[in-house]
């Protein structure tokens, strides 16, 4: 059995103001690239919102100029093949497995199985993007109730780039339509804010500056409800879109992706196409038309040291 995991330097904050709980995540010098020490971090924080019965609401958050860039396929930071006690299923720790077993017992876990087990918090969350929502951040915002995002947010799923039929949280067709969901994998391109807004992806688009502040308010409203009544409600919603096909349809494409990866290992470099962080953001700035800031009619800013975009 793995021991509780390494220590690692704070990757999440946690703060409770009112009924209202707030979580962070904290690697804004990696864009807040979620390597496995965040993914059990995050779920901790969940758990904690969940255990506390003064907690109504839930606001999440990234540090600094991005919501997050996605999996972590680069930083100095990267734990892939560290073991951490699992939290979403039974599979075994995929350290010391080789091939598609290795990767298909670690994104069981930290990936499908984790966005699964957080989208059943029996407590609304409201997510607050800013910057990039890039593949795995675009999960994480998924399986938030509410999206709040700035003018300058962007989303993206681009790892058609390396082969792969889309992140492993697949739910695509139903958050963005068919048609909407094959244009945004097909051409890997970014989406704004404002057309997130306009087919219903987003909630709320606001100034950057208003964005904590927005959230928070809508959190706090929605934390005057009944709690039972909330958790019911998100029950209901929830069940509806597993009727709709959500819950198999992750489970099948969960399987065409990782035949994707195991062709990419078979006939090439590795799982990823060959393709790191800098790759996969150089692609991104030749595609379609860049993320615009509405206010002042410039490219997002994209500034920083990167690490995610992984798949």
């Known amino acids: 059995m793995p021991d509780d995991g390494p220590a690692a330097p704070q990757v999440v904050t946690y703060e409770r103001v009112g009924a209202v709980a707030h979580v962070t995540l904290d690697r804004p010098e990696y864009r807040n690239a979620q390597n496995s020490a965040m993914t059990y971090a995050l779920d ?27 999996h972590d ?18 599979w075994w720790d995929h350290v010391g497995k080789e091939g598609a077993e290795a990767r298909y017992a670690r994104e069981s876990e930290v990936y499908l199985g984790m966005c699964r087990r957080w989208r059943e918090l029996p ?6 993007v800013q910057g990039a929502c890039v593949a795995g951040g675009l999960m994480l915002a998924w399986v938030c109730d509410l999206i709040v995002a700035s003018e300058d947010a962007f989303f993206a799923d681009p790892v058609v780039r390396m082969g792969i039929p889309g992140v492993e949280y697949f739910a695509h067709p139903w958050v963005l339509g068919p048609r909407v969901a094959k244009e945004f994998l097909y051409t890997g391109d970014r989406m704004t804010a404002r057309r997130a807004y306009e087919i219903g992806m987003v909630n709320r688009v606001v100034p950057r500056a208003e964005l ?4 928070t308010a809508l959190a706090a409203r929605i934390a005057e409800m009944p709690r039972f009544g909330l958790a019911l409600t998100k029950r209901a919603v929830n069940q509806a879109e597993d009727l709709m096909g959500l819950h198999s349809g992750l489970d099948s494409v969960f399987g065409l992706h990782h035949l994707a990866h195991a062709h990419n ?17 150089a692609a991104g700035r030749r595609a379609g038309h860049p993320a615009r800031d509405s206010r002042a009619g410039h490219p997002a800013r994209d500034t920083g040291p990167r690490g995610g975009a992984g798949a």
């Open 44 to 70: 901790a924080a969940f758990q904690r919102a969940a255990d506390d019965d003064a907690v109504h609401a839930v606001v999440l958050a990234g540090a600094g100029d991005h919501f997050s860039g996605g």
């Open 73 to 90: 396929i680069g930083t100095p930071g990267r734990d892939a093949h560290q073991s951490f006690p699992r939290k979403a299923g039974l």
């Open 123 to 128: 407590k609304p969350v409201v997510c607050a």
């Open 212 to 215: 904590a502040a927005e959230a």
């Open 265 to 281: 290992a078979e006939t090439g470099a590795d799982a990823l196409g060959g393709m790191d962080a800098r790759a996969m953001r």
